[in-house]
């Protein structure tokens, strides 16, 4: 009998309250999570910058409604937890972020996040707060409990202010967020420094720089997630494949590809 959405909600939480770091990666499309789950993942997340280019987009480019269709795509995928990339929530106005999580929620998800980039700017420090506690509240409201992170941007849009990520964290931490994430602390020292100013479970992209799970969780790190790094791998494979043909007339790329026989295995029923 497949999960509830409750149920999955109670497992992702279980997730974030047992000893050590765990992984969620972040397949692009349904066939990519099934691929993910059918491996052994415990939960998944989306991707917005792998989902806009598998659709010929930019990162950033998806409406909300492409986004939620996308969320509902994952979610139904697979039997596993599915949290979400809301980017900014789709709107500047705290009104408009609550109203995405209500909206995420009704896609099957169980968790989302809320950042504090406008698309244009990091947001002031009073507004980033009350659009979190936006966040929070919508996400209370629902008959299950929701996973919210929240998230300061500093690092991953060029601000290299440890102090205010930290300020800001600690902020969304007292608004009601459940999880806090800074995309790209530059190294071990900056995500100790997160991680030992917070109670609550903390959030670290993989892969930049390429620290192991071991030493993130000896760091204080709960999840790790991938971001875009899947699909950008996978890209990356796509394009030494055909620029090898296009100029060598070549496939030796062919002997590291999956076989037909094990992907359909991973697509399960």
Known sequence: MAATQAQKAEQFRALHARPGAFVIPNPWDVGSARILAGLGFEALA?????FAVAMGKRDGAMSRDDVLAH?????GATDLPVSADLENCFGDDPKAVAETIRLAAET???????EDWSGRAIYDFDHAVERVAAAVKAARA???PFTLTARAENFLRGRR???DTIRRLQAFEKAGADVLYAPFLPDLAAIKAVCAALK???NVLAGRPPFTVAELAASGVKRVSLGSLLASAATGAL????REIKAQGSFTFAESAASTKEVNELMGS
């Open 46 to 50: 989306t991707t917005s910058g792998g």
């Open 71 to 75: 969320c509902r795509s994952i979610a």
């Open 108 to 114: 099957g998800l169980v968790g989302g996040s809320v």
């Open 142 to 144: 629902l008959p299950f």
């Open 161 to 163: 202010d440890l102090d």
């Open 200 to 202: 609550k479970p903390v």
């Open 239 to 242: 394009l030494r494949a055909a």
